[in-house]
């Protein structure tokens, strides 16, 4: 079955690079989240999107920012790239809330990009 | 703002034996999921639960959900070497009724199981 895809896998920056990671959703997904997971951490919540519009924001720094397409994948720009955004970025999809019905309720995630910035 | 506090957080089990791994979390959800993490991949679902009493199995692992205690617990039962890994509750919030919002992930359990 298809799974969520993400490029690049890994990333190597430098401080006050920029980044653009990938994230192309399982077929038929329309909502998109990114997570950043820390060493050692927890996955944190970014931000989500659905049918294109943003629909959550958690803890997402103001220089990055995000955008779902019309053919749903998304990306997550960063800018000014510091030391500490090295981490594990994961993307996960799932379908929307009409889903319910049929009992899909999982967000899949992806394999991850890992950003190093250096 | 939700909170997901897992205990233990780090937990060396022989094989054979058997284990519980607590989730509790501090608002009303209407969803929880079990993960698990090996090192430096990605997040593999385990279970979802999504109401109160639920059960599910899988293997040596069962996960149970108490929603009145806002409490879920992952069981293990004879623990083996490959059930070593990370292993994350995440609480789900609705975000209004049009997705399905975002996870709060509990800090994570680091299991270990030696022969």
């Known amino acids: 079955a298809a799974g969520v895809i993400q490029s690049p896998r890994h990333l190597i920056k430098e401080k006050r690079e920029t980044a653009t990671l990938k994230c192309y959703p399982i077929?038929?997904?329309?909502?998109v989240y990114w997570y950043q997971q820390g060493p050692g951490q927890d996955p944190q919540f970014l931000i989500s999107?659905?049918?294109?519009?943003?629909?959550d924001k958690g803890s997402i720094p103001d220089r990055f920012s995000a955008q779902q397409f019309s053919d749903y994948h998304s990306e997550l720009n960063m800018s000014s790239l510091e030391l500490g955004d090295s981490a594990l970025y994961f993307c996960?999809?799932?379908?929307?809330?009409?889903?319910?019905?049929?009992?899909?309720?999982?967000?899949?995630f992806g394999p991850g990009t890992r950003l190093t910035v250096t | 703002e939700l909170k997901v506090e897992q205990n233990p957080l780090f937990l060396s089990m022989q094989e054979g034996k058997n284990y519980t791994i607590y989730c509790n979390y501090s608002?009303?959800?209407?969803?929880l999921y079990w993960y698990r993490q090996d090192p430096g991949k990605s997040l593999e679902s385990l279970f979802v639960?999504?109401?109160?009493?639920a059960v599910k199995q899988e293997g040596r692992l069962m996960a149970s959900l108490d929603t009145k205690a806002r409490l879920s617990t992952l069981h293990i039962t004879a623990a083996v070497h490959d059930l070593s890994a990370t292993y994350f509750c995440?609480?789900?919030?609705?975000?209004?009724?049009?997705?399905?919002?975002?996870?709060?992930f509990g800090q994570g359990t680091i299991l270990t199981v030696h022969p």
């Open positions: 608002t009303t959800s209407d969803r």
């Open positions: 999107f659905y049918e294109k519009m943003q629909s």
């Open positions: 639960l999504l109401s109160n009493g």
């Open positions: 996960a999809s799932s379908l929307a809330a009409p889903a319910q019905l049929a009992g899909d309720y999982e967000q899949y």
């Open positions: 995440a609480v789900h919030l609705d975000a209004g009724g049009t997705s399905y919002g975002k996870l709060t």
């Open positions: 077929p038929r997904h329309d909502t």
